[in-house]
């Protein structure tokens, strides 16, 4: 691996340790919670929307998990604010893997994108389109 593989392991090694947007927001237009069962992660994400309901405003997530889900968190947190939720719904794991900038095994996947399907999820039961009480579960 070059030098520039060094550094994108380096910034998912800064998110884990420092997460952004780590924490709970106080009145969340949406919240939902997912995990990975065969890596223990887990991860909540809340999400406050623009008036029209367009546009996501803020994101925080909480959870526990290894340093690839946690950065992964992390980084998309930044990266949602201000997306427009139909953008939101068009990330796929390739949109992920590219945001942390390194390979990632395939049993890591499950990890990565764990935080894109909660969140994902989270605006598809705010739109009425999946059960609240359902929670997101990475294939296994």
């Known amino acids: 691996m070059g030098?520039?593989?060094d550094m994108y392991r380096q910034q998912i090694l800064d998110h884990y340790k420092n997460p952004r947007?780590?924490?709970?927001?106080?009145?969340?237009?949406?919240?939902?919670?997912g995990e990975n069962p065969s890596c223990g992660d887990t991860i909540r994400m809340d999400v406050d929307l623009d008036d029209e309901e367009q546009t996501i405003e803020a994101?925080?997530?909480?959870?526990?998990g290894c340093a690839i889900s946690m950065a992964s968190a992390s980084m998309l947190s930044e990266r949602l604010h201000?997306?427009?939720v139909d953008e939101l719904d068009g990330l796929d794991t390739d949109d992920v893997?590219?945001?942390?900038?390194?390979?990632?095994?395939?049993?890591?996947?499950k990890c990565a994108v764990l935080g894109r399907q909660v969140a994902q999820d989270g605006a598809k039961i705010h739109r009425g389109e999946l059960d609240p009480d359902d929670r997101t579960v990475t294939e296994e």
């Open 3 to 5: 030098l520039g593989s």
């Open 82 to 84: 201000g997306m427009n």
């Open 59 to 64: 994101v925080r997530f909480t959870g526990d």
């Open 97 to 109: 893997t590219e945001m942390l900038g390194v390979d990632i095994s395939p049993m890591r996947v």
């Open 21 to 33: 947007n780590y924490g709970e927001l106080e009145d969340p237009d949406f919240t939902h919670v």
